[in-house]
């Protein structure tokens, strides 16, 4: 077992690779993007620092990063490049390069080892990626007045993030990369509960208007 918990025994029972599971949440997040309007990039979000637009721009820069780290090349978080404008081809190009880090941790042996510059267990540095597909195209869902599918499909993905969350959120709220969980109802579905668990610095917190960020349902409204 290594420092963040994670067995060989576990590993070899794991039905789903990370990519797989990429590949699930980018079915749901990546027709989200798609059809966000222009006219609602200056829009608020559950993330307080960003708008849509900035948020946007947020996963965009995750979804290209985390595929250099699926490859053990060096990943670069220091800013975050603004590829989000109203007009062009950016939802576009977002679907690309999803497609792209579906396919660098589908890569046999992705997910062996360790990597980033902290050399964590490259399975759970997967997963970072996994939960910010997953959180944020919740998040730009309720920013722009939609629905974020969950479905028996999402099942496994919701899984997988349920134990890496617990992994890294004491490590995480203790250098500020996780702000503190946001209490849910007692018997709150699991994707909700993943919600409140998996509040990454810039995720969400608080929907538009100072409302809870884990409604009664998981609707983006």
């Known amino acids: 077992m290594d420092t963040y918990g994670i067995s060989s025994e ?9 990519g797989a599971l990429m590949e699930r949440a980018a079915a749901r997040t990546v027709p989200l993007v798609r059809d966000i309007p222009d006219e609602a990039l200056t829009a608020p979000t559950p993330c307080p620092d960003y708008d849509v637009r900035g948020l946007a721009n947020h996963l965009f820069h995750v979804v290209v990063e985390f595929q250099k780290l699926a490859a053990r090349q060096d990943a670069d978080f220091t800013s975050t490049p603004s590829r989000v404008a109203p007009g062009g081809d ?43 597909l997953v959180v944020h195209g919740w998040d730009l869902a309720r920013a722009t007045g939609r629905t974020y599918p969950v479905d028996e499909e999402l099942a496994p993905v919701v899984e997988e993030l349920e134990g890496a969350v617990a992994r890294l959120a004491p490590t995480g709220r203790s250098t500020g990369a996780f702000g503190e969980a946001v209490p849910v109802p007692e018997g709150a579905p699991a994707f909700e509960r993943l919600l409140g668990d998996g509040t990454v610095t810039g995720v969400s917190t608080q929907g538009p208007g100072g409302t809870p960020a884990v409604p009664g349902t998981v609707r983006g409204q």
């Open 90 to 132: 950016w939802r576009e190009r977002f679907a690309q390069e999803t497609d792209k880090l579906v396919a660098a941790w589908s890569v046999p042996g992705a997910e062996d080892g360790t990597t980033g510059a902290w050399q964590l267990p490259a399975r759970l540095v997967g997963s970072m990626a996994l939960l910010d």
């Open 10 to 18: 576990e590993r070899t029972r794991t039905p789903y690779g990370i």
